[in-house]
């Protein structure tokens, strides 16, 4: 039943979004590729299962989220975010990167760097799981742009070069969030309403339901809608990146996360290309009568301008660890 209160916000708290699901075991690669064209036309989200990574896994990095989040303050505060953009601002999520030893950094490259990792004997065999799903999850994402690559009329291993997803800019981020009840009326939610910045984020959550999406972000009022957890599954949306590269053909969408009283954890994986990739209209998505809309940009110039657009000064953190 839908909630008179949110829906004066534009808000029909009660609606749950039908998505497209696409099994990545499936041997019928022409029904993955309409289902997921469909999806990126309709509302930039769909459901990806039968991803290779198995649910006992999945379960223990889950479990293994929960243990950080108990830790301390004092010991969470010991592990704030650095200049690589490794550790996540106090909402509370964390940041886990590509990780490159200090000794191999390039200091035109922000977004790779040696990961702020909580001690060994703090939280046993946490980092070892941590990179193990970040791997596997990177394997997702390449599986994903292959078929996104073959839905704009490209050939399949168009995002696999090197200066793409050959090596990507990719970022797993736990999230934790506490008992709170969102109102939107008041401007309080977990998450405000956002689209994501790079190619595609992939998305795991526990079973308790917050997540909410604007399928018209230019609508008045705009509408949002639930998203229903799936259990194994990864929820997958379009950046703003991709939106510029198809020469929006295919949009990123706006979600948020709201609190209904409940603790409820997710993981997001943002899969970018890398920072050298030049990020400009796709041949199969330009015409005489639908010329690029964007200038070609170079990837890590894009990313860094909207992380200094919308993350705090990071002089607000490095006060904490002085």
Request: charged residues 25%; proline residues 5%.
């Amino acid at each position: 039943m839908e909630n008179d209160e949110q829906n004066k916000n534009g808000a029909e708290a009660g609606k749950v979004s039908i998505l497209n699901c696409i099994d990545l075991s499936s041997p019928d690669i022409n029904q993955s590729v309409s289902l997921l064209k469909q999806a990126c036309l309709d509302s930039g989200f769909f459901y990806v299962v039968n991803h290779g990574i198995s649910q006992e896994f999945m379960d223990e990095v889950f479990a293994q989220s929960d243990k950080f989040f108990k830790l301390s303050l004092n010991e969470k505060m010991k592990l704030l975010r650095n200049e690589k953009h490794r550790v996540g601002d106090y909402k509370e999520g964390y940041y886990i990167g590509v990780e490159v030893p200090e000794g191999d950094l390039e200091t035109d490259k922000p977004f790779y760097g040696p990961n702020v990792w909580p001690a060994q004997d703090v939280l046993p065999g946490w980092r070892q799981t941590m990179e193990r799903f970040h791997r596997e999850t990177l394997e997702v994402g390449k599986a994903v742009a292959r078929i996104i690559a073959l839905a704009l009329d490209l050939e399949v291993d168009f995002f696999d070069k090197p200066e793409m997803l050959g090596e990507p800019i990719a970022t797993l981020r736990l999230l934790h969030y506490g008992g709170q009840i969102s109102d939107p009326s008041k401007g309080i939610y977990g998450a405000g309403a956002h689209s994501d910045f790079g190619l595609i984020t992939l998305l795991a959550t526990d079973d308790v339901l917050g997540l909410q999406i604007c399928k018209d972000k230019d609508a008045k009022p705009q509408i949002w809608e639930y998203v229903a957890p799936v259990k194994g599954a990864f929820i997958v949306n379009l950046g703003d990146m991709l939106e510029r590269w198809s020469n929006c053909i295919f949009k990123s969408t706006l979600h948020r996360v709201l609190g209904n009283g409940q603790e409820r954890y997710s993981i997001a994986y943002f899969v970018e290309p890398s920072h050298d990739c030049f990020v400009e209209c796709l041949p199969t998505c330009k015409s005489e009568k639908n010329p690029p809309k964007f200038p070609p940009i170079k990837c890590a110039t894009y990313l860094s301008q909207r992380y200094k657009d919308t993350h705090a000064d990071l002089n607000i953190y490095n006060k904490h660890q002085t």
